[in-house]
């Protein structure tokens, strides 16, 4: 399966965007996926991850009470609904996708790159003071 993002953008301050991570060429029925966010010149970072089999989620730091991660497993697709941006959430955010689970407890860690198999090209999100 090919994970492909859609949904960034530019926005201002305070506003929102939802990111979505849609399963190519597959589905992602009892997977782990997982959302990331790199900055440039800095290392990628995990933001938040779901388990598609059970619905449990993981937030990171700032995405806590801010970011909500949810599935809809009819369209194969992962979300993350992003509120309440700030400046600091600006990078490109990728899905990484993992059917061995449990990924979802390595995606906060520098393991990730390793851990989660499948890799979107990634989406811009750009949040302006």
């Known amino acids: 399966v090919q994970p492909v993002e859609s949904g960034g953008g530019l926005v201002r301050t305070g506003e929102s965007l939802r990111l979505s991570c849609a399963a190519s060429?597959?589905?992602?029925?009892?997977?782990?996926i997982g959302w990331f966010r790199q900055v440039a010149g800095k290392e990628r970072e995990g933001v938040s991850c779901i388990s598609t089999h059970d619905g449990k989620t993981y937030y990171q730091g700032s995405a806590k009470g801010r970011f909500t991660i949810s599935v809809d497993n009819a369209k194969n697709t992962v979300y993350l609904e992003m509120n309440n941006l700030r400046p600091e959430d600006t990078g490109v955010y990728y899905c990484?996708?993992?059917?061995?689970?449990?990924?979802?407890?390595?995606?906060?860690?520098?393991?990730?790159?390793?851990?989660?198999?499948?890799w979107g090209l990634g989406t811009q999100v750009t949040v302006s003071r």
């Open positions: 990484a996708a993992e059917g061995v689970r449990p990924a979802c407890l390595y995606y906060g860690g520098k393991s990730a790159s390793f851990v989660f198999g499948a």
């Open positions: 060429g597959g589905t992602f029925d009892d997977s782990d």
